[in-house]
């Protein structure tokens, strides 16, 4: 648990997406790429935390970077930079790092947390990212300018990059290059499709599942899934799984 002052906080996407950058007076550095943190919006009327992933860390900063979808959002999005924000976290299971050469695919808001990823390998990982269409692409590019070796791009209507999902893209991408393991993070039918695409082609997929959460320490169960090892909490034995774990 930490109280944290907002540094940063604007909106930095055309359909609703914020940038919230947080001093919580403590080294960040050991984060793990795909772990989350429990936000209290600090109104006073929000009872439950919100469960938001890590987008970035470094030196005492933590960056989250959210959509405005509901309630607690909307109010989130009218807090100030100065203002005081309690934090629990980091909580959950991230990626593990163990490989060569890293393929990085997201798919609307599930791109920000490949974001700390991305940096922690340094360079040395491509992304693929897919949008519904080229507007929906003005925060994702700009974050990770050269902190990827290649971007590759699909929206849905074609406005940038090859029309259509990621996962109709993937399995090209895969043959031109020697991947040995792929991390996802998005809508759930885009990561199925990818894992499934993943597992023809013989290389190891991470998935970051996103499920409503109520306490983030695997206490309430709401968060519950069903996987090939029996039930498990995405907050506590998650977010990330290797994919044939929970696509099965």
């Known amino acids: 648990m930490a109280d944290g002052v907002i540094k940063r906080h604007e909106k930095i996407g055309t359909n609703d997406v914020y940038l919230l950058d947080i001093d919580i007076s403590a080294n960040t550095e050991k984060f793990a790429a795909g772990q989350f943190v429990q936000l209290q919006v600090p109104d006073g009327e929000i009872l439950l935390r919100r469960p938001l992933s890590i987008a970035d860390a470094a030196g005492s900063n933590l960056i989250l970077i959210y959509r405005v979808i509901g309630k607690g959002t909307k109010r989130l999005a009218k807090t100030s930079v ?9 909580l959950g299971n991230g990626f593990d790092l163990a ?16 974001l700390l990823l991305a940096k922690r390998f340094a360079g040395k990982a491509d992304i693929l990212m897919g949008c519904k269409n080229v507007e929906e692409m003005d925060w994702p590019l700009p974050l990770f300018k050269n902190i990827v070796k290649n971007t590759f791009i ?12 990621v996962s109709e893209y993937l399995p090209e991408i895969l043959t031109a290059e020697s991947y040995d393991k792929i991390f996802v993070c998005g809508p759930e039918i885009m990561m199925r499709s990818s894992a499934e695409v993943a597992v023809r082609h013989g290389i190891i997929c991470e998935v970051s599942l ?10 309430c169960l709401s968060c519950t ?24």
Do not use: Y
Request: proline fraction near 6%.
């Open 154 to 165: 699909t929206t849905d209507d074609g406005s940038m990059g090859m029309r259509g999902f």
């Open 99 to 114: 490989c060569k050469k890293p393929l990085l695919v997201g798919g609307g808001l599930g791109i920000a947390p490949l």
């Open 82 to 90: 100065g203002q005081k924000v309690s934090i629990m976290g980091p």
């Open 210 to 219: 996103e499920k409503r959460m109520a306490c983030g320490l695997g206490a």
């Open 225 to 248: 899934i069903e996987t090939k090892c029996g039930r498990k909490k995405v907050c506590k034995n998650g977010p990330v799984f290797e994919s044939r774990e929970v696509f099965f």
